[in-house]
């Protein structure tokens, strides 16, 4: 069999180990301690960051799942703009990128190197350069990113840090999972799948340059783990986050397929993993979907004072219309993430 998705038992975001599973096995790893290592895997934040010298620290990730989509030159473009968004993210510029492969022995090897082409044309459009890679055979095709960037010393940007105060901007829409899902199954429309692909291909580099000349609190991506994990994650253990519901950009398609419960498993361990730090009780089934629901190469969540977050939507949504401000950051109290 040649189609990509005939080849693979789960595709994109969705396919990561659930955020509780995976803080497990990661604790108590040994390692040397270096205070050179600003940024390290025990912050769960979106990539590691290392002090180079007295003004530039390296910004270093990787990231790679099965396909989503057949169309090779899309899975391509996806997955590559899916490993950039953590160099965004953390502020950073990328520079270069290594290719990370796996593929059947059975499969056309004409596959491989238009997904090899997406990705490359995901890299040129950052400005960064791809300097080689590593490939397996596997059974089943995989695809992704190591990702090396730069950053100055003092706009690294955290996940973790955000100010009491602050208002939360979501740059692209949810529902990408669900509407993935929705492909698999026969059921999600020509017309539903290219929105969510164009989001999807769509890089993070243009929301986080509009960034720059802000005082960003934090900012995370949105990925496999969903919009309520990452803001769990930038939460920490020292706030609170109100989120305006009837604010959710989302794919009305994908609030749609989940109205009739098509849901995903890794949406469910997203849903189990925040069991207790979020009563989303009184919303809308589907809208608790798609606050689950795994996103793929899926948009900033950005933490900026209020009096500067209506400029800097503005800004963002000269080129990404459906953005909106979706919360503010509270003084910790009983519940981690609530909705008003």
Known sequence: MNSLLDNCTSGGCGAKIGP?????????????????????????????????????????????????????????RIAASNALSDIYAMGGKPLSALNLVCFPQSMDMGILREILTGGAEKIMEASAVLAGGHSIYDKEPKYGLAVTGIVENDKIIRNNTPEVGHKLILTKPLGTGIIMAALRGGVASADTVKKAVTSMERLNKYSAEKMRGFDIGACTDITGFGLLAHA??????????????????????????????????AGQRNRNHLAGKADVSRLPFALQELLFDPQTSGGLLICVPPGQSADLLASIQTDDPVARVIGEIVKRGKDIISFV
Do not use: H, R, W
Request: hydrophobic share 45%; aromatic share 14%; net charge negative.
């Open 232 to 265: 769990l994650e930038m939460a920490s253990d020292k706030v609170s986050i109100v989120i305006y519901a009837g604010e959710i950009p989302y794919f009305v398609e994908a609030y749609q397929y989940a109205e009739e419960f098509l849901v995903t498993a």
């Open 20 to 76: 509780g599973e995976l803080s497990k096995l990661l604790t108590g790893l040994p390692g040397l301690v270096d205070e050179n290592l600003i940024v390290g895997y025990d912050s769960c934040d979106d990539a590691g960051v290392y002090k180079f010298d007295e003004k530039y620290s390296i910004v270093t990730t990787a990231d790679f799942f099965p396909p989503m989509v057949d169309d090779p030159l899309i899975f391509g």
